[in-house]
């Protein structure tokens, strides 16, 4: 199947600093890329999906300008968590999906820990 | 709306029998659904699909998933569980012509596997 490499796997970052996360399809052109957040033993949550080229579209409740989302490429997206806080802690994983594909593959995920 | 439904947080299981975890859907067209699994701190590792077709699916590491539209399920299954089966799996739809949901997947609140030797 298609790879979708995630990275950092994880980082510890301090309280009001920015984290950026990067999401990348090696092998395939991701024409929408997808961000979830998992807190602890629950599902995902999707944040935002951003098509290549266009601004990102947010799910209710998420902070655009907390998290800023760039799909500059097709095979590379970024969330940048702005002035984390111990509340952003948490596992951030990015899907991505090329066009008339059904399936999106997902990253390793990246977990964030603010202190 | 489309939306997953996983009745069971958890399912235990010894080690070689046979296990299903639970999965209904509601969709307003036709589905695409979908199993991962996940490990520990890791990210989502794809199981199995069912686009069309064949309503009985098989996937990796010996699972299989039928698709039954008038119960709008999806269960997965496995002849004989092995201690490693033991994960957390989450059951995701896709409304394949929905367009205000694009080409959002939902999520089940997933089902935690226990296999005991």
């Known amino acids: 199947g298609a790879v979708v490499s995630q990275h950092p796997s994880w980082v510890i970052c301090k309280s009001g600093t920015s984290v950026k996360i990067e999401c990348r399809s090696l092998?395939?052109?991701?024409?929408?890329m997808f961000w979830y957040r998992q807190f602890p033993k629950q599902s995902l949550m999707l944040m935002a999906t951003s098509n290549e080229g266009s601004k990102a579209t947010y799910e209710q409740g998420v902070e655009k300008d907390k998290f800023l989302i760039n799909h500059a490429s097709l095979t590379l997206s970024t969330l940048t968590v702005t002035s984390a806080h111990p509340e952003d802690s948490s596992f951030y994983i990015c899907?991505?999906?090329?066009?008339?594909?059904?399936?999106?593959?997902f990253g390793q995920g990246t977990r964030l820990t603010v202190v | 709306a489309q939306s997953v439904a996983q009745p069971e947080d958890q399912v235990n299981v010894a080690e070689g029998n046979p296990l299903t975890v639970k999965c209904t859907y509601s969709?307003?067209?036709?589905?695409?659904l979908f199993w991962y699994v996940q490990y520990p701190n890791r990210g989502l590792q794809f199981l199995l699909k069912?686009?069309?077709?064949?309503?009985l699916v098989k996937g990796s590491y010996g699972f299989e998933a039928e698709f039954n539209k008038s119960q709008t399920s999806f269960h997965l299954k496995k002849p004989s569980a092995l201690v490693s089966d033991s994960a957390l799996y989450f059951c995701?739809?896709?409304?394949?012509?929905?367009?205000?949901?694009?080409?959002?997947?939902?999520f089940g609140t997933g089902t935690r596997l226990a296999v005991r030797p």
């Open positions: 092998d395939f052109q991701a024409t929408t």
């Open positions: 069912y686009i069309t077709g064949d309503n």
């Open positions: 969709v307003s067209g036709n589905p695409y």
């Open positions: 995701a739809v896709r409304d394949r012509a929905m367009k205000s949901s694009g080409d959002k997947l939902t």
């Open positions: 899907s991505a999906l090329s066009r008339g594909s059904a399936e999106a593959f």
